[in-house]
């Protein structure tokens, strides 16, 4: 595709409930990371595959927090037993290669009542 | 560990005005910096980026950021902004490939720029 993309762009969930959140990245990328951009504030790190391998997940906040790549290719990132503090916007990346720049998605917004 | 500092959270200009965005960075080794620009509902978009070489680095959208290594700054500018620069900038660094694997990028906290007619 031209971009990357996410889905769904606007996602409600209640407190408790399991959410699946999804990345396409630009074909061919190897590189694809995940931020979380709470309200306010910039973007922070919650992880970093190269292909299908998960090689960095030390930003994510939880053992809530769940992110597969099993292709190679789109990600999903799931967060279970939402919590409020959950409440934010998740960016996807993608790059050509590690080292390269990367390309950012539109972002889910995601509220927790 | 790095950081980055954005002391203006809101910047009111008006248009055809200059502008000058603060960041400052925090590192014990050499780092890679950028802004990256994020207009409402949409993803970020790299603006400029200064990896080596001359200090003065020129971007999309007649932007330009000096990198000052001895005062760690790395303000973005603008002679004269238009209605549609109004958007979030967000000042970034990453380790110095040499160091890390990949390209781990830490944000600062964003400068909402505001452009008055």
């Known amino acids: 595709g031209a971009g990357v993309s996410q889905s769904p762009r606007y996602k409600v969930a209640k407190r408790g409930q399991d959410v699946a959140l999804r990345c396409d990245p630009i074909s061919g990328h190897v590189s694809l990371f995940w931020y979380q951009q709470a309200l306010g504030q910039g973007p922070e790190f919650l992880t970093y595959f190269q292909n299908e391998a998960q090689l960095d997940k030390s930003g994510l906040p939880s053992d809530r927090f769940f992110a597969e790549r099993p292709e190679g290719s789109v990600s999903t990132l799931k967060i279970q037993r939402t919590q409020q503090e959950d409440s934010a916007v998740y960016l996807c990346?993608?790059?050509?290669?590690?080292?390269?720049?990367?390309?950012f998605g539109p972002g889910t917004r995601l509220t927790v009542l | 560990a790095q950081s980055v500092t954005q002391l203006d959270s809101q910047v009111p200009v008006f248009e055809e005005a200059p502008v000058e965005l603060r960041c400052n960075y925090s590192?014990?080794?050499?780092?890679?910096l950028f802004w990256y620009v994020q207009y409402p509902n949409q993803g970020l978009q790299l603006l400029l980026k200064y990896l080596s070489g001359s200090t003065l680095v020129k971007g999309i959208n007649g932007f330009e950021a000096e990198f000052n290594k001895s005062q760690t700054s790395f303000h973005l500018r603008k002679p004269s902004v238009h209605i549609s620069d109004t958007a979030e900038y967000f000042c970034?660094?990453?380790?110095?490939?040499?160091?890390?694997?990949?390209?781990?990028?830490?944000f600062g906290p964003g400068t909402s720029l505001s452009v008055i007619p």
């Open positions: 990346a993608s790059s050509l290669g590690p080292l390269n720049e990367q390309f």
């Open positions: 590192s014990s080794v050499s780092v890679y």
């Open positions: 970034a660094v990453s380790v110095s490939a040499r160091k890390t694997s990949y390209d781990k990028v830490i």
